[in-house]
């Protein structure tokens, strides 16, 4: 047992053990996050898909369908448009029927009362209940306990819906919702043959019987079924994840490797030092298996513990930060399969048979006549063995941690590109320093040339050093940037609620309500509501391809029109041109002809082009109108955003209503309640929980690229040890000889400061340069702007201030070293 | 070479004590003697009788636990360390039994180390003559990795010579060295010597070599049981009963 301790009494051998921890930290801690992310991620597309796999039809799914789902977890759910009557008023709402199944992720949020605070429920109402929105208590002027009939059944309303975990944000179906137990849909006599359902079929399932059940289902469907799994959803809004994880393995395979780089060079000041007893070993006759049980035996075993502890507070770090927001941390470890737990051992293993091995291996090829040789050097050159690890190791990691091919390939890529560009960027300015050093101070000169005259040691450290600067400044910068410009978009006073359904009439009671509770107002949008009707003179049912099918459920729907004069500022035009911008022979000011601009995703998937003629159906008729430009649009905004924007004053003769969004402070639900006890027939909408949820999601980003960048740091740090402990036999004796030669503690000092901010200050002069020039196209793409400068910029230098500091810190011991001992090195 | 009576180096009566794991440890004791300008001394004696832990005394790289050393008439040894080191810089050169050149300098960075620390006018002509001297010039630009045992002691005796020292401490200089190698040191560095004028203290257990020097000092355990000096340090007894002893003999 005292074996596994011995090596843990050398430096190197803890230096060693240190960065096998912080990489086994690293690569677990990314391995479970990701683990975590993906689960997340897919239960939370879940949760807005309804289930794992969604068969929607317009009608009952055929029994052989549904005998294929006999074995899974199946809800039914049936959306319908109905009408609810309470004293002479009509509402018109949209039904949706549950059985008791739903919901299969996620939960419902419900209130008692109009204003009171939501809890979770994890079913839907009961038979005999009714659950709904704000908005029917509102215009009804009821409240819980009432009972209201649904077509031919009296129903008691029991909770008010504040969400359902499935209701998709947007603005499609401005009815308010009701949801009632599918158990009392047959006696409200509402589903007769004409009546118009989209009945979806749910299925929660594993992973691999959906994508079977899928493949089989696909083969007989009805031209009225779609057939959506999470896997559709996720890969589709999965874009921005996926580019985190790339750059997150990128940063994970630079620790590695920083830490690969630490462990070499600690494990060679090791194998130096035992070289001599090696070949006194094979001297005395003992056998190279001998001399390989002896010197490498316990090693391996030795850095066991340092693996586990690294890797168990990676998971711990992950488990814990995911938890702490979610209350039950247990869902991360179990999120994880036996694969990635396999990964989180091995990979840093890994890294220890890549980098430590091999070297450990010279020992063995050590010849007896070592030990009559004066000096310590020779026989251990690197080989051929080493370098193929060394190379071998960030392709194997790297394939470790990715899980396409193409991801490997962009990692390795950006892993080689670093490799070539840094050095080739970094060495000329040591290699300039060196010649400018003729004409600088003696302290100076002595200083420089220990980095210039020492490539093998100096440009690894600094390339280290470079990208960890490079990565913090980055992560700060573009994190920091990002939360503003969050901020700046969602200032702390950014629209929380939304109004719809505003009447011109109604504008002095809303204005002065705003006024009244210091609520801020934003710009209004003149709504008409209208159905897509023709397509170039074509009926959209046809015009629509089959292929386009899925996107029919925009058609049977109200769709939201509205006019601008102005382009929305976070929209921006892809095609064509704005309105009244036309060509030059054309007046300027008038539009020539009836203009409409749309978004583009609905473009696409309607098969809109340029120049397509449109008919919409509105309540006072038909609106003809031809597509002059395509839009992209920001949906993360937190304006509204709209699908057709017509040209202004197109939609004059319409029926407009408007919308517009208000902040309110925080305080007291009755102020809303006065509103809508105003103006009833308004639609209220409270944005706030998504807000909040936008913001949490950018800083945790930022923390976690902060967090790798501190990593990051720590194993440039950790380079820098190694070196400075391999280096450290030969440091104190200049510095001795220094002082026999007569040069004063403070001259000794002075070199000493001066390596360090030289080695850490080209380190931050790369890292602002490539900062600079990768925040300039960042900026651009981002924040369409170019570069802009912030304290964040000014990180490098208060780095190199602390790498300089550490430097001076780990150097301690050469500094104090007397002159005398070179009087008695030969005996040390 | 007349001989100059100016005292460089007086040791009077010093000793050097340390503190061992079994208590305290007497390493010296009782060291005495004079050394001036021009003059050469050899401190012969076993290994461990405690030859370099002199050497590292007389040039000030530690301090004796009692006695005094004055280097050119001021108190050397109650000095603090940096102004020891000044001191040292000012007057003195050092050859070690490991060389130690600096291993990222080459051949002429290293020369021209001390001549700099020392603020000397024009250190690269000055490094330039010596290396030219120890017959090195071919090889001015390479590192000392790439140099031969006794090139890079020849390298270490230019850098030791160039700064003009008026005292040279050399230990052992030829204990890292073959034979010939050895000998070609040797004489190397007591040529550039004689033309140097610097008095020199070479610790040697090779009695050939200590004979080469006008002085003897033979320690055993830390005391002198030796004292050979030549004819003018008439104060010192046992160099007078030597020298009555020679004289009866001849
Ligand atoms: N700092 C010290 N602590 C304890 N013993 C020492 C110390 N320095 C030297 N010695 C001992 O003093 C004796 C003299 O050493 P040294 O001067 O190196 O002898 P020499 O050079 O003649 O071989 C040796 O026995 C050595 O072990
Ligand atoms: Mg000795």
């Given at each position: 047992?005292?074996?596994?301790?011995r090596?843990?009494?050398?430096?190197?051998?803890q230096?060693?053990?240190?960065?096998?921890a912080?990489a086994?930290?690293?690569l677990?801690?990314?391995?479970?996050?990701?683990a975590?992310?993906e689960?997340?991620?897919s239960?939370?597309?879940?949760?807005a898909l309804?289930?794992?796999?969604v068969?929607?039809?317009?009608?009952?799914p055929?029994?052989?369908q549904?005998a294929?789902?006999a074995?899974?977890?199946?809800?039914?759910i049936?959306d319908?448009s109905?009408?609810?009557v309470h004293?002479?008023?009509?509402?018109?709402v949209?039904?949706?029927?549950?059985d008791?199944n739903?919901?299969?992720?996620g939960?419902?949020?419900?209130?008692?009362?109009?204003?009171?605070?939501?809890?979770?429920?994890?079913?839907?109402p009961?038979?005999?209940e009714?659950?709904?929105?704000?908005?029917?208590i509102?215009?009804?002027?009821?409240s819980v306990?009432?009972?209201l009939?649904?077509g031919?059944?009296s129903?008691?309303?029991?909770?008010i819906?504040?969400q359902?975990?499935d209701?998709?944000?947007?603005?499609?179906?401005?009815?308010?919702?009701?949801?009632?137990n599918?158990a009392?849909l047959?006696?409200?006599g509402?589903m007769?043959?004409g009546t118009?359902i989209r009945?979806q079929?749910v299925?929660?399932?594993?992973h691999?019987?959906?994508a079977r059940i899928?493949l089989?289902?696909d083969?007989?469907l009805?031209p009225?079924?779609t057939?959506?799994?999470v896997?559709d959803a996720?890969?589709?809004?999965?874009?921005?994840?996926?580019?985190l994880s790339?750059?997150?393995?990128?940063?994970?395979l630079?620790i590695?490797?920083?830490c690969g780089?630490?462990?070499y060079?600690?494990?060679?000041?090791?194998v130096?030092?035992?070289?001599k007893?090696?070949?006194?070993?094979?001297?005395?006759?003992?056998?190279?298996y001998?001399?390989?049980?002896?010197l490498?035996g316990?090693e391996f075993?030795?850095?066991?513990?340092?693996?586990?502890?690294g890797?168990?507070l990676?998971?711990?770090?992950?488990?814990?930060?995911?938890g702490?927001g979610?209350?039950?941390?247990?869902?991360t470890?179990?999120?994880?399969?036996?694969?990635?737990?396999?990964?989180?051992?091995?990979?840093?293993?890994l890294?220890?048979?890549a980098?430590?091995?091999?070297r450990?291996?010279?020992?063995?090829?050590?010849?007896a006549?070592?030990?009559l040789?004066?000096?310590?050097q020779?026989?251990?050159?690197?080989?051929?063995i080493?370098?193929l690890?060394a190379?071998?190791a960030?392709?194997?990691?790297?394939?470790?941690l990715?899980?396409?091919?193409?991801?490997?390939?962009k990692v390795l890529?950006l892993?080689?590109?670093l490799g070539v560009?840094?050095?080739?960027?970094?060495w000329?300015l040591?290699k300039?320093?060196?010649?400018?050093?003729?004409?600088?101070?003696?302290p100076?000169?002595?200083?420089i040339?220990r980095l210039?005259r020492?490539?093998a040691?100096?440009?690894?450290l600094?390339?280290s050093?470079?990208?960890?600067?490079?990565v913090?400044t980055?992560a700060g910068?573009?994190g920091?940037?990002?939360?503003?410009d969050?901020?700046?978009?969602l200032?702390?006073q950014?629209p929380?609620?939304?109004?719809l359904?505003l009447?011109?009439?109604?504008?002095?009671?809303?204005?002065q309500w705003?006024?009244?509770?210091?609520?801020?107002?934003?710009?209004l949008?003149?709504?008409?509501?209208?159905?897509l009707?023709?397509?170039n003179?074509v009926?959209?049912?046809?015009a629509?391809?089959?292929?386009?099918k899925?996107?029919?459920r925009?058609?049977n729907?109200?769709?939201?029109?509205?006019?601008?004069?102005?382009?929305p500022?976070?929209n921006q035009?892809?095609?064509?041109?704005?309105?009244?911008?036309?060509?030059?022979n054309?007046?300027?000011t008038?539009?020539?002809q009836?203009?409409v601009s749309?978004e583009q995703?609905i473009?696409?998937?309607?098969?809109l082009k340029?120049?397509d003629k449109?008919?919409?159906?509105t309540?006072?008729g038909?609106?003809s109108?031809t597509i002059?430009?395509?839009?992209?649009?920001d949906w993360?905004?937190?304006?509204?955003?709209?699908y057709f924007?017509?040209?202004?004053?197109?939609?004059?003769?319409?029926?407009i209503?408007?919308?517009?969004?208000f902040?309110?402070?925080?305080?007291?639900?009755?102020r809303?309640?006065e509103l809508?006890?105003?103006?009833?027939h308004?639609t209220l909408?409270d944005?706030?929980?998504?807000?909040?949820?936008a913001q949490?999601?950018?800083?945790q980003a930022?923390?976690?690229?902060?967090?790798?960048?501190?990593?990051?740091?720590?194993s440039?740090?950790?380079?820098?040890?190694?070196?400075?402990?391999?280096?450290?036999q030969q440091r104190?004796r200049?510095?001795?000889l220094?002082r026999a030669?007569?040069?004063?503690q403070?001259?000794?000092?002075r070199i000493?400061?001066?390596?360090?901010l030289c080695?850490s200050?080209?380190?931050?002069?790369?890292?602002?340069?490539i900062?600079?020039?990768a925040?300039?196209?960042l900026?651009?793409?981002?924040?369409?702007q170019g570069?802009?400068l912030?304290?964040?910029?000014?990180l490098?230098?208060?780095?190199?201030?602390i790498?300089?500091?550490?430097?001076?810190?780990?150097s301690?011991?050469a500094?104090?070293?007397?002159?005398?001992?070179?009087?008695?090195?030969?005996?040390? | 070479?007349p001989?100059?009576a100016?005292p460089?180096?007086?040791v009077?009566?010093?000793?050097?004590?340390?503190?061992g794991?079994?208590?305290?440890l007497?390493?010296?004791?009782?060291?005495?003697?004079?050394?001036?300008?021009g003059?050469?001394?050899a401190i012969?004696?076993?290994?461990?009788?405690?030859?370099?832990t002199?050497?590292?005394?007389?040039a000030?790289?530690?301090?004796p636990?009692?006695?005094?050393?004055?280097l050119n008439s001021s108190?050397?040894?109650?000095l603090?360390?940096?102004?020891?080191a000044?001191?040292r810089?000012a007057t003195?050169?050092?050859v070690?039994?490991e060389?130690?050149?600096?291993?990222?300098?080459?051949?002429?960075?290293?020369?021209?180390l001390?001549?700099?620390l020392?603020g000397?006018?024009?250190p690269a002509?000055?490094a330039?003559?010596?290396?030219?001297?120890?017959?090195?010039s071919h090889?001015?630009?390479h590192?000392?990795?790439?140099?031969?045992g006794?090139e890079?002691q020849?390298v270490?005796l230019?850098?030791?010579?160039?700064?003009q020292?008026r005292l040279?401490?050399?230990?052992e200089?030829?204990?890292?060295l073959d034979?010939a190698?050895?000998?070609?040191?040797i004489?190397?560095l007591f040529?550039l010597?004689?033309h140097?004028g610097?008095?020199?203290?070479?610790?040697?257990?090779d009695p050939?070599?200590a004979?080469l020097?006008?002085?003897h000092?033979?320690?055993h355990?830390?005391?002198?049981?030796?004292k050979?000096?030549a004819?003018?340090?008439l104060q010192d007894?046992s160099?007078?009963?030597?020298?009555?002893?020679?004289s009866?003999?001849?």
């Amino acid at each position: 047992m005292s074996k596994l301790f011995r090596p843990w009494r050398d430096h190197s051998f803890q230096l060693l053990a240190l960065a096998l921890a912080i990489a086994a930290f690293a690569l677990s801690a990314v391995i479970f996050l990701r683990a975590e992310l993906e689960h997340r991620f897919s239960v939370s597309t879940a949760e807005a898909l309804g289930g794992d796999l969604v068969l929607a039809s317009s009608r009952t799914p055929e029994p052989e369908q549904l005998a294929q789902l006999a074995e899974l977890r199946v809800s039914q759910i049936i959306d319908f448009s109905t009408v609810l009557v309470h004293d002479d008023t009509l509402l018109l709402v949209s039904a949706r029927a549950v059985d008791k199944n739903y919901p299969l992720y996620g939960k419902i949020q419900l209130a008692d009362n109009r204003f009171a605070d939501e809890y979770t429920q994890e079913h839907g109402p009961a038979p005999g209940e009714l659950w709904v929105a704000d908005q029917v208590i509102d215009r009804l002027k009821i409240s819980v306990g009432t009972a209201l009939t649904v077509g031919n059944k009296s129903l008691k309303i029991s909770a008010i819906i504040r969400q359902l975990p499935d209701q998709n944000a947007g603005f499609y179906s401005m009815n308010p919702r009701i949801v009632l137990n599918s158990a009392d849909l047959a006696a409200t006599g509402v589903m007769g043959p004409g009546t118009r359902i989209r009945q979806q079929t749910v299925v929660a399932a594993e992973h691999s019987s959906i994508a079977r059940i899928s493949l089989e289902l696909d083969l007989n469907l009805r031209p009225d079924q779609t057939l959506e799994t999470v896997d559709d959803a996720a890969l589709r809004s999965m874009g921005p994840l996926r580019q985190l994880s790339l750059w997150a393995n990128l940063a994970v395979l630079l620790i590695s490797l920083l830490c690969g780089a630490a462990i070499y060079l600690a494990t060679s000041q090791r194998v130096r030092r035992r070289a001599k007893l090696a070949g006194l070993l094979r001297s005395f006759g003992a056998s190279r298996y001998q001399v390989m049980t002896r010197l490498l035996g316990w090693e391996f075993l030795a850095v066991l513990p340092a693996v586990i502890v690294g890797g168990a507070l990676g998971i711990g770090l992950i488990s814990g930060a995911m938890g702490s927001g979610n209350s039950n941390a247990a869902t991360t470890i179990i999120a994880a399969t036996p694969f990635e737990w396999l990964t989180a051992l091995l990979a840093p293993l890994l890294l220890w048979l890549a980098f430590a091995l091999p070297r450990l291996s010279a020992l063995v090829r050590v010849p007896a006549i070592e030990v009559l040789r004066q000096r310590e050097q020779g026989s251990l050159l690197s080989t051929n063995i080493e370098l193929l690890a060394a190379l071998s190791a960030p392709v194997l990691l790297a394939g470790l941690l990715t899980d396409s091919l193409g991801e490997l390939g962009k990692v390795l890529g950006l892993i080689a590109a670093l490799g070539v560009l840094l050095p080739a960027l970094l060495w000329p300015l040591i290699k300039g320093l060196d010649l400018a050093s003729a004409r600088l101070s003696l302290p100076a000169r002595l200083a420089i040339r220990r980095l210039s005259r020492r490539p093998a040691l100096t440009l690894p450290l600094l390339v280290s050093l470079t990208l960890a600067m490079t990565v913090l400044t980055l992560a700060g910068q573009t994190g920091s940037e990002l939360l503003k410009d969050w901020r700046t978009r969602l200032p702390s006073q950014a629209p929380n609620h939304f109004v719809l359904n505003l009447f011109d009439r109604d504008m002095p009671v809303f204005e002065q309500w705003l006024k009244q509770h210091e609520a801020l107002a934003q710009p209004l949008y003149p709504v008409v509501r209208g159905r897509l009707s023709t397509i170039n003179g074509v009926p959209v049912r046809e015009a629509v391809t089959k292929e386009k099918k899925s996107s029919q459920r925009h058609l049977n729907r109200d769709l939201i029109l509205t006019e601008a004069s102005t382009l929305p500022a976070s929209n921006q035009i892809n095609s064509g041109q704005w309105h009244g911008i036309t060509t030059v022979n054309a007046s300027p000011t008038k539009p020539t002809q009836h203009e409409v601009s749309v978004e583009q995703e609905i473009a696409n998937r309607l098969g809109l082009k340029l120049g397509d003629k449109l008919e919409f159906v509105t309540s006072r008729g038909m609106l003809s109108t031809t597509i002059t430009s395509l839009r992209e649009v920001d949906w993360n905004s937190f304006e509204p955003n709209f699908y057709f924007i017509f040209a202004s004053n197109e939609l004059a003769n319409e029926d407009i209503t408007w919308i517009t969004s208000f902040w309110l402070p925080d305080g007291d639900g009755a102020r809303l309640a006065e509103l809508l006890h105003e103006l009833p027939h308004i639609t209220l909408l409270d944005v706030k929980t998504l807000l909040d949820k936008a913001q949490d999601i950018i800083a945790q980003a930022s923390q976690a690229s902060a967090l790798l960048g501190a990593l990051l740091m720590f194993s440039a740090l950790l380079v820098l040890a190694a070196g400075l402990l391999g280096g450290q036999q030969q440091r104190g004796r200049d510095n001795a000889l220094l002082r026999a030669l007569g040069g004063q503690q403070q001259l000794i000092k002075r070199i000493l400061w001066i390596e360090f901010l030289c080695l850490s200050g080209s380190a931050a002069l790369g890292a602002t340069i490539i900062s600079l020039l990768a925040l300039y196209p960042l900026n651009e793409r981002l924040f369409q702007q170019g570069l802009s400068l912030s304290p964040w910029q000014a990180l490098p230098l208060v780095l190199a201030l602390i790498v300089t500091f550490c430097g001076l810190l780990a150097s301690r011991k050469a500094l104090q070293q007397p002159a005398l001992s070179l009087l008695r090195s030969h005996s040390s | 070479m007349p001989q100059q009576a100016t005292p460089l180096l007086e040791v009077s009566n010093i000793a050097k004590q340390v503190q061992g794991p079994e208590g305290e440890l007497t390493l010296l004791e009782g060291i005495d003697f004079t050394l001036s300008r021009g003059e050469s001394l050899a401190i012969t004696g076993p290994s461990g009788s405690g030859k370099t832990t002199l050497l590292g005394l007389l040039a000030g790289l530690d301090t004796p636990t009692k006695g005094e050393i004055r280097l050119n008439s001021s108190a050397f040894s109650a000095l603090s360390e940096d102004q020891r080191a000044s001191q040292r810089g000012a007057t003195c050169a050092f050859v070690f039994q490991e060389f130690h050149l600096v291993a990222d300098m080459n051949v002429l960075e290293n020369v021209m180390l001390p001549l700099e620390l020392a603020g000397r006018e024009k250190p690269a002509a000055i490094a330039k003559d010596w290396i030219e001297r120890v017959g090195l010039s071919h090889r001015i630009r390479h590192f000392p990795a790439t140099l031969s045992g006794g090139e890079q002691q020849r390298v270490a005796l230019a850098r030791a010579f160039a700064v003009q020292p008026r005292l040279l401490f050399a230990d052992e200089p030829t204990g890292s060295l073959d034979h010939a190698n050895g000998k070609r040191i040797i004489d190397l560095l007591f040529e550039l010597n004689e033309h140097s004028g610097a008095a020199l203290v070479l610790v040697t257990h090779d009695p050939q070599l200590a004979s080469l020097c006008q002085h003897h000092l033979e320690l055993h355990e830390g005391k002198i049981i030796n004292k050979t000096f030549a004819d003018k340090n008439l104060q010192d007894k046992s160099v007078i009963e030597k020298h009555i002893q020679k004289s009866s003999n001849t």
